[in-house]
């Protein structure tokens, strides 16, 4: 999420929940299936799966369809394998892109990322073009109602967090992604509930919209990147007012 417009793009991102919900729970099944893999099925052991799953109670995620990517992470049910890639690429007016995908087939979905960043003025890069321009890490948004600062910041930084960023619209979080788990499970004891806590690649550096026609095409660049069925996340650089 870039500079001060991260949070216009959740509010973006909610949007198309609301519009998208059948897309939305195909993402966060894929998501809780390979996060009980990674670390078991215990919602109090593993951190990352409570929060997925805290994420699809409040999209109205119907409770079979959590407990099947469960059990289909830990092996009590078949499933497909999926594996995680990022592909960065260039948008227009050089605006930088990181786009995650979950796949069981990484061929179709390097293509098919490919053929969007062409139609729409941009191009797929090599590995490593413009992941440097970003910082990898835990990110979370809080809105300024949930938490007083002063109280906010030392709860984060006990919890691990490197820092945290106050705006008008509230504070931004981040922490290394090994602090990750134990932040979230900090604030949420606490009681402070996200707008948004992801791993996220945040930009170290801005592209600024010049003029509104390369604003509109990045737009629509990010929505034909939403709608493909292997993306999970999108992550740019372009700097925009809310």
């Known amino acids: 999420m870039a500079g001060h417009n991260k949070w216009s793009k959740v509010k973006r991102l909610k949007a198309v929940t609301d519009a998208r ?5 195909s993402r966060l099944s894929r998501d809780i299936t390979q996060a009980a893999k990674a670390g078991g099925s215990d919602l109090e052991a593993n951190t990352r799966l409570r929060t997925l799953v805290l994420k699809a109670r409040e999209a109205n995620m119907p409770a079979d369809n959590v407990d099947r990517a469960i059990k289909k992470g830990t092996g009590e049910l078949p499933g497909v394998v999926f594996e995680e890639l990022n592909y960065e690429g260039y948008g227009p007016g050089g605006v930088a892109f990181i786009v995650k995908v979950t796949t069981d087939n990484k ?3 390097a293509q098919e990322v490919r053929s969007v960043f062409s139609r729409h003025g941009g191009n797929l890069a090599a590995t490593g073009a413009v992941a440097f321009q970003f ?13 007083d ?8 930084l006990e919890a691990g967090a ?4 106050a705006s008008e619209q509230g504070y931004e979080v981040r922490c290394p992604i090994a602090a990750f788990d134990k932040l979230a499970q900090a604030l949420e004891q606490a009681g402070i509930k996200t707008d948004s806590a992801e791993i996220a690649h945040i930009p170290t550096s801005t592209v600024p919209m010049a003029d ?4 509109a095409a ?3 660049l990010h929505d034909a990147l939403d709608e493909l069925d292997d993306v999970q996340q999108v992550f740019s650089n372009e700097e925009s007012s809310d």
Request: glycine content about 8%.
């Open 135 to 147: 910082l990898h890490a835990g990110q979370f948004l809080i809105a300024s109602d949930q938490a």
């Open 218 to 220: 990045t737009e629509k």
């Open 107 to 109: 061929t179709r979905s």
């Open 162 to 165: 490197d820092d945290v960023l």
């Open 212 to 215: 509104s026609g390369t604003a």
């Open 21 to 25: 919900k059948g897309k939305v729970f």
């Open 149 to 156: 600062e002063d109280a906010l910041m030392e709860l984060a």
